[in-house]
């Protein structure tokens, strides 16, 4: 017996009605959910779904059944790490608000005097205010930089420094080495957890913070000091329960760690490279993955490839584009759809918002504002058919996003290959910057994959019927719009 066929017998059981009405009122044959109870069968999702409704769970029940019958399907291992993935996905949506509070962390009134002295101090409260009160000390410096050697799973410290950059226009540099577990162990959910701290602090800090995974064969429990933060004036040491600090300023002490640090972050794997320039996004846009399989989520499809090539390149300003091979070589390619059918296997996964925002404006949000013209209503039906047509025939395997399971934020893009792992990020605030982070770690890129390759045929995208009755309605849409826009124009 399973979770999910435990669960089962109990709703039904609540609900009073014998298995025979449950079948009948809720179209599921009275075969599959006996043997669904007894852990003989398992649902499909659809049928689970259609049980869910008649059985009028709440939220949290329904929650709670979805994801019991997910374990079934993949086993509670795959289930934690993919769903540790949509947590980390849905993350960016919320990036601006949940994840980042305002708080009174680093109310500072002119140049105050802060004194940070050496001693050691125990308890986790007075911890937290000695590293407040170095950081502090260390933002007055005319070049402030800060090292870190501490894990990243401490939720405080991660929305620490997200509050400090949010709060302050500061030059602070931080570069961070991330101590993880060995290499050679699977632990996909944590690497997925420090990914998703890291990614949201490099955003938010721009190119101000650097982390690298640190594979440590160590014993902490028998290092007393194992973690470090080095300021311009001092070391501090914690233990690994972050609840006793010990502040050092010896200058040869602070040398001696320096030296050590410096070392260890050089033979040390990236977490996140990331790239803010122009050309470098509008590259990494340009070229689809060559060979092998290839998996895009995205909040908007009409990426620039669904484009002719010279569509693309007469809309984009001339100024953006300087020497860079990349544009002479788009020209070789008058459509993105013909070069799919040489790339292997493509698979992108959209949301419905993003389609009606591109065919509402006209705009590709994952290029910088005023870099390319928007598209007239024509060519926006043009580029509606096109995707339609790559999916019939099977150029391109297309998925609308399940919206009730999978948040898919403005201006995101993810993108998996065997060899790459990419993040790109098209921010809608003042500076309206772009980024393009990719992570070089192939354990990630690994676990990543595994879920993408998934994603086709789990719930969290609708099947190749649903997604293109949906994009041929909203066709035939825009058609009877434009065709009714045309003839009120004409001169009568």
């Known amino acids: 017996m399973s979770k999910f066929s435990d669960y089962l017998q109990f709703l039904i059981k609540r609900r009073g009605e014998s298995i025979s009405a449950v079948s009948r009122n809720a179209g599921v044959e009275r075969t599959s959910i006996h043997k669904a109870m007894t852990g003989e069968r398992i649902l499909s999702y659809k049928n689970t779904r259609q049980l869910a409704d008649y059985l009028q769970l709440s939220p949290k029940e329904m929650q709670t059944f979805l994801e019991y019958h997910a374990m079934l399907l993949q086993g509670e291992a795959a289930f934690e790490t993919r769903n540790e993935i949509v947590q980390f996905m849905v993350s960016f949506a919320s990036l601006d608000e949940a994840i980042l509070q305002q708080d009174d962390t680093f109310r500072m009134e002119g140049k105050e005097k ?50 400090l950059y949010r709060q302050y226009d500061t030059n602070l540099r931080i570069t961070h080495i991330v101590p993880i577990e060995d290499a050679d162990q699977d632990d996909s959910v944590a690497r997925i957890r420090i990914l998703k701290y890291s990614a949201a602090l490099s955003l938010i800090a721009e190119e101000k913070y ?37 502040s050092v300023t010896n200058l040869n002490i602070r040398q001696y760690v320096s030296r050590t640090f410096q070392q260890t972050f050089l033979y040390t794997h990236p977490l996140i490279q990331m790239e803010t320039g122009e050309d470098a996004v509008l590259k990494m846009l340009m070229e689809p993955e060559a060979g092998g399989r290839f998996f895009r989520l995205a909040w908007q499809p009409f990426l620039v490839g669904f484009a002719s090539r010279s569509e693309i390149r007469r809309r984009i300003r001339p100024e953006c584009l300087g020497e860079d091979s990349v544009w002479r ?55 509606l058919e096109r995707l339609i047509r790559v999916i019939e025939e099977d150029i391109m395997d297309g998925r609308l996003i399940n919206e009730l399971l999978l948040d898919m934020p403005k201006g995101l893009r993810f993108g998996f290959s065997a060899t790459r792992f990419d993040i790109y990020l098209g921010r809608s605030d003042e500076s309206d910057r772009v980024y393009n982070m990719s992570v070089p770690s192939l354990n990630l890129a690994k676990t990543f994959l595994d879920f993408a390759e998934y994603l086709p045929r789990s719930e969290y995208v609708l099947d190749k019927e649903e997604t293109l009755l949906w994009l041929r309605e909203l066709a035939q849409e825009y058609r009877v719009r434009t065709d009714g826009l045309l003839k009120a124009k004409k001169p009568l």
Not at 131 to 137: F, G, P, S
Not at 218 to 239: C, E, I, K, N, R
Not at 361 to 371: N, Q, Y
Request: glycine share 6%; proline share 6%; charged share 20%.
């Open 114 to 163: 802060i004194d940070a002295p050496e001693g050691f101090w125990a308890g986790e409260h007075v911890t937290r205010t000695v590293l407040r009160t170095a950081i502090r000390k260390e933002l007055m410096e005319p070049h402030p930089q800060i090292t870190l050697m501490i894990p990243m799973m401490h939720g405080y410290f991660f929305h620490f420094l997200c509050t």
């Open 210 to 246: 650097k982390a690298a995974f640190f594979y440590d064969h160590g014993d902490h429990s028998a290092m007393p000091f194992p973690y470090y933060v080095l300021t311009s004036s001092q070391v501090l040491f914690m233990d690994g329960s972050f609840e006793n600090i010990m």
């Open 329 to 383: 070589k788009a020209l070789e390619y008058p459509d993105f759809i013909w070069k799919l059918k040489n790339v292997g296997y493509h698979f992108l996964a959209f949301t419905k918002e993003g389609i009606r925002s591109f065919m509402e404006e006209g705009i590709i949000p994952e290029t910088i504002r005023d870099v390319s013209s928007p598209f007239s209503e024509h060519e926006r039906i043009l580029l």
